[in-house]
Nanobody, 122 residues
Framework: QVRLDESGGGSVQAGGSLRLSCAAS????????LAWFRRIPGKEREEVAR???????RYADFVKGRFLISRDNAQNSVYLQMNSLKPEDTAIYYC????????????????WGQGTQVSVSS
């Protein structure tokens, strides 16, 4: 059973920073594509950033230049450094792993962590 444990959420003022962490267990994911998604109340879950097994990254337009995704294969962990946070970044953030090796997680098909709340006040 794949397990993903997120941590690092919290409440900050606009312009502040947070760093989310996700520790994976029950599988060795060094070659997997991993991603962070978020769910804003009333909206569908959306991809924020992804990082593949080779370290290549991709970001949603709404976080480009502000967020940075990274991974530490030795720690079986993936991180999301969030800078210049805005009130519209308020959401539950989820770490995600693919169901099929070789794929990237998708909003409709992934293993999910329990989520961590990020709240940004103006």
């Amino acid at each position: 059973q794949v397990r993903l444990d997120e941590s690092g959420g919290g409440s900050v003022q606009a312009g502040g920073s947070l760093r989310l962490s996700c520790a994976a267990s029950q599988f060795t994911y060094s070659s997997y594509c991993l991603a962070w998604f978020r769910r804003i109340p009333g909206k569908e879950r959306e991809e924020v950033a992804r990082i593949d097994g080779d370290g290549a990254t991709r970001y949603a337009d709404f976080v480009k230049g502000r967020f940075l995704i990274s991974r530490d294969n030795a720690q079986n962990s993936v991180y999301l450094q969030m800078n210049s946070l805005k009130p519209e970044d308020t959401a539950i953030y989820y770490c995600a792993a693919p169901v099929m090796m070789g794929d990237c997680p998708r909003a409709d098909s992934a293993y999910w962590g329990q989520g961590t709340q990020v709240s940004v006040s103006s």
